[in-house]
Nanobody, 125 residues
């Protein structure tokens, strides 16, 4: 059973940067494609970014492409989301997720088997 724990969220101003981290335990991270999703109050969970199990392929929500970068360190069992140029509309709880069924990046939440508890990101204007 893989367990995921996000960290790195916080309150920042528009234009600032944050780096989210997702630590995995109970499994080998290289067995999983990984994704980041977010959920704002009153809205559905939204795909943000995904990375293949080996790290060679990535996929992004169009509105974050060029501002956010997903990466992974399989040796340390960690996945990261570097966020820059943050906007108020990026405010949400951010979740990392793991998918063992495919090796490539998957943008659909239902593909993912394991989820973390989330970390709050708040961007003030």
């Amino acid at each position: 059973q893989v367990q995921l724990a996000e960290s790195g969220g916080g309150l920042v101003q528009a234009g600032d940067s944050l780096r989210l981290s997702c630590a995995a335990s109970g499994g080998t991270l290289s067995d999983f494609a990984m994704g980041w999703f977010r959920q704002a109050p009153g809205k559905q969970r939204q795909f943000v970014a995904a990375i293949s199990s080996g790290g060679g392929s990535t996929f992004y929500l169009e509105s974050v492409e060029g501002r956010f970068t997903i990466s992974r360190d399989n040796a340390r069992n960690r996945v990261y989301l570097q966020m820059s140029g943050l906007r108020p509309e990026d405010t949400a709880v951010y979740y990392c997720a793991a998918d063992s069924k495919v090796s490539g990046p998957a943008p659909v939440a239902s593909e993912y088997e394991y989820w973390g508890q989330g970390t709050q990101v708040t961007v003030s204007s």
